[in-house]
């Protein structure tokens, strides 16, 4: 079955990384840079139902689906979700961080993210033991 029936390069849509090095305001693109449509908007379009957690660039979001914004986005207000009771059906999204908080020692640095990392996998069983979606995308990120 062929879901997608467009196919679109990165030099079609203008974008081959994450950072605009002709901008000094916005070192980083935003969703509103992209385009043409994504993979999950194509997917979204034909009538599945789409989860993404923390993949860069879709905020704002131009779909109708359950998304937890990256931290590499910003802009959107006191959560970073979209799906006004994401945080009510997957009760452990309640506390969720966005980032690790960095602490004074390399061995404390190292026991938050680990911590932050069995956070994140505990999120992401809850979400697909719900079997709610049909494409899921989850990314663990930390960097240094």
Request: glycine share 4%; net charge negative.
């Amino acid at each position: 079955m062929d879901i997608i029936s467009n196919r679109y390069y990165p030099d079609e849509h203008g974008l081959c990384g994450f950072v605009d090095f002709n901008s000094k305001k916005q070192p980083l693109y935003s969703r509103n840079e992209i385009k043409h449509p994504t993979f999950y908007d194509m997917i979204k379009e034909k009538g599945y139902d789409v989860f993404l957690f923390n993949l860069p660039f879709t905020y704002l979001t131009s779909i109708d689906g359950d998304i937890v914004y990256s931290w590499v986005d910003y802009g959107y207000d006191d959560e970073p979700y979209h799906s006004s009771n994401l945080k009510k059906r997957f009760i452990k999204l309640k506390n969720i961080e966005v980032f690790p908080d960095k602490t004074e020692s390399a061995i404390e640095n190292l026991k938050e993210m680990r911590s932050f990392f069995v956070k994140r996998i505990d999120i992401f069983e809850e979400i697909l033991e719900s079997s709610e979606y049909d494409l899921y995308f989850f990314l663990i990120s930390v960097t240094d």
